[in-house]
C-alpha cells in the first residue's frame, strides 16, 4: 500500500508548498493595509510551507513517473485536503468554526460561490481577496497549475490533467505536450481576468472591487464583497460587463485560444458546443423575461429583460452572482435556471454541471435509438459538430450521467433524513453539485448557508467535490479494481 500512497503523497507534498506561496497575495495585502488577519496568514502560509516541505523531504525517496490510478489519487487527495488548508485563516480569524471554514474554503476552490458568511463589506480586505483567489485558483484546477509547474520538478502531468480536466473528451490536447497546454490555457485564463478586471473599472468599480469580481466571473465563482453580490451596484454597465465575461468563462477555454490564434471568431460557430450554450441562453433570457413581465414582477419590459439576462446568464453558467432575490420570482423561473445550471457550461469551461457536450450526446442518442426502433439494421454514427463521437464516449457520459442524477438524489435525502425542508433541500444540492452558488428556500440569494446545521453543511461539502471532480474521480476511488496491483 505505501508503494502506491507515497509516490502520491510526494508529489502533494509540492502542490502544498505552491499552495503557501498563493497565501502570499492575501498577506501583502494585510499587511499593506495593517489589517487584522494579517497574523492568520502569516501562520497559514507558514505552516502550509513547512508541512508539505517535511512531507516532501520524507516521501522523497519514492518519487516517480505518476500512473493513471496515482494521478486519480493526487486529484482527489488535493481536493478534499486543500479546503482544509486554504480555510485555516479563515477559521483562525473570524467567529467560524472549522465546518464553516472548510465549507466557505470549499465553495472557492470548487468555484461554487456558496458562503457562510454575513456582513462580507465588512471583512478585512485580505480576507475577501482570499475567497475571491481561491475561487480564481480553483476555475482552471490548481492541479492544471501544477501540471504547468511540477514539470520542471521532473514529475509528469499527463495523468494528473486527465483526471482534472471536466468533459468526455480529455485526450484532445491543444499542443503535443501537456504542461505546455496547461500553461496555454492559463494564459488564456489570465488575459480574461485581467480584461474583465479593467472593464469593471472602467464601468464603475473601484479596483479592489473589480479584482475580486473579475476573479469571480471568470471562475464562474459566485463571490461578492458585498452580501447583496452585483445588486449593491445597481450598474448596468457592470452588469452588462460581468454577463459578457461569465458568457466566455462558460465556454471551452479551448475554443478561445484558436479564436485568438487564428485571429478571428470562426473558432465559436465552428463548435457545437459554444453555438448551443449561447442559443439556450438567448432563448431562455427572452423567454423568462417576457415571463415575469407577463407576471407583473417588474413594471415594464425593459426592467424584466434587464434582471432576467443577468440573474439568468449567471445561474445557467454555474457563477452564483445575483442582482436580485430570483428566489421570489414565480417558482417557474428560478426552476428553470436551477436547470439550466444542470446542463449550460461548456467541456474545458470554469464551470460545472453535466456539461453541453454531454447533452448534446444524449440528445443525438436518443434520436439514434427512436431511428433504430423504426429501422432495426440502420448503422448511423453518432455525430456532433460534424465529429463522430466514438461508442465507448457514449457510454461514458450514460454512465456518468446515471451517476450523477443517483448522487443528487441520495444527497437529498441525507438531506432530508437530516430535517431540512425539500425545496431547500433540493436545490441546495442541485446548486452545490453544479458549482452554482445560491439555492431556494433557505439558501436562497436572499440569505445563505450558513442557516443549515454542521451535518448539513458537510453533506453540501461533499456534494461540491463531488460535482467539481465529475463524480468519477472520487467514487472510482471505492472501487476494489483501482486497488489491485
Not at 501540471?147 to 485526450?171: F, T
Request: overall charge positive.
Amino acid at each position: 500500500m505505501k508503494d502506491i500512497l507515497l509516490p502520491v503523497a510526494h508529489v502533494f507534498a509540492l502542490v502544498m508548498m505552491v499552495f503557501a506561496v498563493t497565501m502570499l497575495a492575501p498577506l501583502v495585502m494585510a499587511l499593506w493595509g495593517l489589517d487584522p488577519a494579517l497574523w492568520s496568514f502569516v501562520i497559514s502560509a507558514l505552516a502550509t510551507f513547512v508541512l508539505g516541505a517535511l512531507l516532501w523531504l520524507a516521501t522523497r525517496r519514492f518519487k516517480r513517473e505518476l500512473k493513471t490510478r496515482d494521478g486519480l489519487m493526487l486529484v482527489a487527495l488535493t481536493w478534499v485536503v486543500l479546503p482544509a488548508v486554504a480555510g485555516f485563516p479563515l477559521w483562525h480569524f473570524l467567529p467560524i468554526n472549522f465546518t464553516d471554514a472548510y465549507f466557505e474554503a470549499a465553495s472557492g476552490l470548487t468555484t461554487t460561490g456558496g458562503t457562510v458568511l454575513s456582513g462580507l463589506e465588512f471583512l478585512p480586505r485580505s480576507i475577501n481577496l482570499w475567497r475571491h483567489l481561491l475561487s480564481w485558483l480553483g476555475g482552471m484546477g490548481i492541479i492544471v497549475l501544477a501540471v504547468a509547474i511540477l514539470p520542471l520538478l521532473g514529475v509528469g502531468g499527463m495523468q494528473i490533467y486527465r483526471a482534472e480536466m471536466p468533459g468526455p473528451m480529455k485526450d484532445s490536447k491543444l499542443t503535443p505536450r501537456i504542461g505546455q497546454t496547461a500553461k496555454l490555457l492559463w494564459t488564456v485564463y489570465a488575459g480574461l481576468t485581467a480584461a474583465c478586471i479593467v472593464s469593471l473599472r472602467f464601468a464603475g468599480m473601484n479596483w479592489f472591487d473589480a479584482v475580486c469580481h473579475g476573479f469571480s466571473a471568470l471562475a464562474l465563482g459566485g463571490f461578492s464583497t458585498y452580501d447583496a453580490s452585483i445588486g449593491h451596484f445597481n450598474s448596468l454597465p457592470i452588469e452588462m460587463v460581468l454577463t459578457i465575461f461569465q458568457v466566455l468563462a462558460a465556454l471551452n477555454f479551448a475554443t478561445h485560444f484558436l479564436a485568438w490564434s487564428q485571429r478571428g471568431v470562426w473558432a465559436y460557430f465552428r463548435d457545437a458546443e459554444a453555438k448551443a450554450i449561447l442559443s439556450v441562453l438567448v432563448a431562455s433570457c427572452i423567454g423568462i423575461s417576457l415571463f415575469l413581465f407577463y407576471k407583473g414582477s417588474y413594471p415594464d419590459y425593459p426592467t424584466a429583460l434587464r434582471h432576467a439576462v443577468f440573474n439568468v446568464v449567471s445561474i445557467a453558467t454555474d457563477s452564483g452572482l445575483h442582482t436580485q432575490d430570483y428566489s421570489r420570482w414565480p417558482i417557474f423561473a428560478p426552476m428553470w435556471m436551477m436547470f439550466l445550471s444542470c446542463i449550460v457550461a461548456s467541456s474545458g469551461s470554469t464551470g460545472g454541471g453535466i456539461k453541453m457536450i454531454r447533452t448534446l450526446v444524449l440528445a443525438k442518442q436518443a434520436h439514434r435509438e427512436l431511428n433504430q426502433l423504426v429501422h432495426p439494421n440502420m448503422v448511423r454514427p453518432l455525430k456532433v459538430g460534424g465529429t463522430v463521437i466514438a461508442n465507448r464516449v457514449v457510454f461514458a457520459v450514460l454512465a456518468f450521467v446515471f451517476l450523477y442524477f443517483m448522487s443528487i438524489v441520495t444527497l437529498i435525502f441525507v438531506q432530508l433524513a437530516s430535517g431540512l425542508d425539500f425545496m431547500t433541500s433540493l436545490s441546495a444540492i442541485i446548486a452545490c453539485i453544479n458549482n452554482a452558488g445560491p439555492g431556494l428556500g433557505l439558501v436562497g440569494p436572499g440569505s445563505n448557508y450558513g442557516v443549515l446545521t454542521d451535518f448539513q453543511t458537510w453533506v453540501c461539502s461533499a456534494a461540491m467535490l463531488l460535482g467539481r471532480l465529475e463524480v468519477f474521480t472520487i467514487l472510482v476511488l471505492f472501487t476494489p479494481t483501482l486497488w489491485r496491483k
